[in-house]
């Protein structure tokens, strides 16, 4: 195991704690095999309830993870000016501690990239000095993959919902314009701080995410976790050969509130280093956003007002992480 960067004690403030174990693991996530027939119903189940699910049998290979794994613990072991020439995240760029523009912090660094290739090769070369072609076809080459799957998924999804258009999902993820992101995340150990007080760092505090859907894939660390229905916590237990899917708000407006974008935070893990990539499915720019008139029942009432997906990103990046930043497009 690599340990990225040892932090001094008093680099952690006013990054906010928690106390340590007392999140059980969650027994009970759903596991979708995508290969399997009933996969349809059982992804729409799992939307429901939990807005998370874990996908098996997804036939990506473990060597394309591997590589951009790889890549990311590179870049976040050189010394951090070098690191710094990538950033300020505005929002794309490497960023340390700061989550946004407005206040959040976290025991985290990232970096944040448009999905797009041609963004993605521009920034290659201010990650990787040595070999920014590397770096850029390993995101690249994962980036297709989690949109290839993440439309498969979505597809299902129209399936189990009964919808006549099966790409009514898809086919904005693959829009040209198509605003979707990635993110690769380093949250260092925090065993100095865990030892003296029995406490552990939030790494990236509680949010939903703002997509469509999110695809995560972390290494072996502990440190995600989900809120319930029921508004409880629980641990994700971390499996590094499967992928996570997170519902977003946008997904949760398209099915009326069926679906829950779930409330998610990330744990920093006292022993080890976790590196997260997330690929963040969302729509172009000038997408508008409402319930699926083809999904509503006879006299179902929108809970939503129409948006665009340029107005709903406008007014994430002016909220705080915490938000309920849906709040803004319910009709009341
Ligand atoms: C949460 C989901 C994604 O990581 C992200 C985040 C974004 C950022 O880090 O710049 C935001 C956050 C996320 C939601 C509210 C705003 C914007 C930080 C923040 C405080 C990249 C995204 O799309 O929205």
Redesign the pocket.
């Known amino acids: 195991m690599v340990v990225l960067s040892k932090p001094a004690l008093d680099q952690f403030s006013p990054i906010k704690t928690y106390k340590s174990n007392n999140t059980p693991f969650c027994p009970n996530i759903p596991v979708i095999d995508i290969t399997k027939a009933d996969s349809s119903a059982q992804l729409v189940k799992a939307c429901q309830e939990f807005g998370f699910f874990k996908v098996v049998n997804h036939d990506v290979p473990m060597e394309l993870m591997n590589k951009l794994e790889a890549e990311a613990i590179k870049f976040f072991s050189l010394p951090l000016s070098e690191k710094e020439k990538a950033g300020p995240?505005d929002?794309f760029g490497y960023?340390n501690r700061r989550?946004?523009?407005?206040g959040?912090v976290g025991w985290i660094e990232?970096l944040?990239l448009r999905s797009s290739p041609e963004s993605i090769l521009q920034r290659s070369s201010s990650v990787s000095k040595d070999n920014p072609e590397s770096f850029c076809s390993a995101v690249n080459n994962y980036i297709t993959m989690m949109r290839k799957l993440a439309c498969g998924v979505v597809e299902l999804i129209a399936e189990g919902l009964k919808l006549q258009e099966r790409n009514v999902f898809s086919k904005l993820l693959m829009d040209e314009e198509s605003d979707s992101?990635f993110?690769l995340n380093h949250y260092p150990p925090c065993s100095d701080l865990q030892a003296l007080s029995g406490r552990n760092l939030i790494g990236?505090g509680e949010?939903?995410?703002?997509?469509i859907i999110?695809i995560l894939r972390s290494n072996n660390a502990t440190g995600l976790q989900i809120s319930l229905k029921d508004g409880s916590w629980v641990s994700v237990p971390p499996d590094q050969n499967s992928f996570f899917f997170i519902v977003?708000d946008s997904l949760q407006v398209m099915t009326n509130g069926r679906f829950r974008s779930v409330r998610h935070r990330v744990i920093a893990n006292s022993m080890k280093s976790r590196v997260s990539m997330?690929y963040?499915g969302?729509p172009s720019l000038s997408e508008k956003i409402a319930p699926l008139e083809s999904l509503m029942k006879e006299g179902e009432e929108s809970l939503y007002r129409e948006f665009t997906w340029f107005e709903y990103?406008k007014s994430?990046?002016?909220?705080?992480?915490a938000?309920n930043?849906l709040g803004n497009f319910q009709k009341t």
Do not use: C, E, W
């Open positions: 995240p929002p960023g989550i946004g523009p407005n959040d990232y944040l992101v993110r990236f949010h939903t995410d703002p997509q999110s977003g997330i963040f969302g990103k994430a990046y002016m909220s705080r992480l938000d930043r």
